[in-house]
């Protein structure tokens, strides 16, 4: 089993900069894929964006290319997604994952509750 605690969303303004955290406990982190995903409002769950075990591969969507960031500290058991020129279109409830290095939630087998981000115009 692997525990997985997500913070760092918020309320930020258009353009604005966010870092998600997803702090892991339990089985050993490194063992895993971590996988970032999020779900707007009204909408299905997307895929953001994924990193392998070691930290040396990522692979991101379409709509985080270009401006999010995905990393991850094995030491500290956390991976992390940097947000930058947030759009109105960024609002959702952001989940990170724990799996294989796909980008479909059925390849995760283990979910954080997820946290809210908010971009305002």
């Known amino acids: 089993q692997v525990q997985l605690v997500e913070s760092g969303g918020g309320l930020v303004q258009v353009g604005g900069s966010l870092r998600l955290s997803c702090a892991a406990s339990g089985r050993t982190f490194s063992a895993y894929n971590m996988g970032w995903f999020r779900q707007p409002p009204g909408k299905e769950r997307e895929f953001v964006a994924v990193i392998s075990r070691a930290g040396g591969t990522t692979y991101s969507g379409d709509s985080a290319k270009g401006r999010f960031t995905i990393s991850r500290d094995n030491a500290k058991s956390t991976v992390y997604l940097q947000m930058n020129s947030l759009k109105p279109e960024d609002t959702a409830v952001y989940y990170c994952?724990?799996?294989?290095?796909?980008?479909?939630?059925?390849?995760?087998?283990?979910w954080g509750l997820g946290t809210r981000v908010t971009v305002s115009s």
């Open positions: 994952a724990a799996g294989r290095f796909y980008t479909t939630s059925l390849d995760y087998d283990y």
